[in-house]
């Protein structure tokens, strides 16, 4: 038995507290895993290990820069805590007296060899290169830009969306599109919306428990200017939204194809490229 947590999550007032969800698990002889998909707000800030976690998996192409937008392509490393240790997958990476690698098939209770072990490597290797070059104190500024990010975009959208839970977020600041659904229009008009403006759209509609929601990852790595122009747009969004609805329902119109048939695309799909 083991229980997963995501840490930081947008959708509670409070987060839970590992430590002491790792103490009742502990009772049922049960794993703690760590989903490391929102590691962005706490890097250099806290360690899952600290927090109790056997297991932890963190979304390198999520947090350390490689690639997100477009479909991946995504890689994901695990890592566990010492007692795990001798149930890894085979062959294991390790670096001997003399400063060189070699592969270990020598782990006592292992799962054995996994065809897909090593991932999508020039992901990992991307994020390794980011990692290094960043440094311990690079990465502490990462979370700490990426956080202000967050709430800087969420102050300033505060009074046109509404705001589910009114608090001080981390990473990502989450909407809905409560108040503009009584004008008729709903996230995915706005997503549509964005496009026109030259904006790829946030993710809508996630976190699910969030009706209409939108949900805005600014990251760490754009600047003011273009945060500005991004609050600008969705504030210009919202008000046509009351006052010219038909205007946000009928976009994108710049692009070649505007809305898609997705029911039919979901029921007919078509999978050859000619």
Do not use: W
């Amino acid at each position: 038995m083991s229980i997963m947590v995501v840490i930081s999550t947008p959708c509670v007032n409070k987060n839970p507290a590992p430590p002491a969800n790792g103490q009742s698990a502990r009772k049922f002889d049960a794993l703690m895993y760590y989903d490391g998909a929102n590691l962005n707000a706490i890097m250099g800030k806290a360690r899952p290990g600290d927090m109790g976690f056997d297991i932890v998996h963190l979304n390198l192409h999520k947090t350390f820069s490689t690639p997100h937008g477009g479909g991946g392509p995504g890689a994901g490393m695990v890592g566990v805590s010492e007692k795990l240790a001798d149930f890894v997958p085979v062959p294991a990476v390790v670096k001997t007296k003399d400063n060189k690698f070699t592969l270990d098939f020598n782990v006592p209770h292992t799962i054995g060899n996994i065809a897909s072990f090593f991932g999508n490597f020039g992901v990992m290797l991307k994020a390794f290169t980011y990692i290094t070059m960043l440094g311990k104190e690079g990465l502490i500024d990462v979370s700490e830009k990426a956080v202000l990010n967050a709430n800087y975009i969420m102050a300033k959208l505060k009074p046109y969306y509404f705001l589910p839970y009114d608090r001080t977020c981390m990473h990502e600041a989450v909407f809905s599109a409560k108040k503009q659904v009584v004008h008729g229009v709903h996230a995915l008009d706005i997503a549509k919306a964005l496009i026109d403006r030259g904006f790829h759209p946030p993710t809508i509609y996630f976190p699910l428990v969030v009706e209409e929601a939108i949900m805005i990852e600014p990251t760490e790595t754009e600047s003011k200017q273009d945060m500005d122009l991004f609050i600008e747009a969705m504030i210009d969004i919202a008000r046509l939204a009351e006052t010219d609805p038909d205007k946000i329902k009928n976009t994108p119109v710049t692009t070649p194809i505007s809305r898609p048939d997705e029911t039919k695309a979901a029921r007919e799909p078509k999978l050859k490229c000619f």
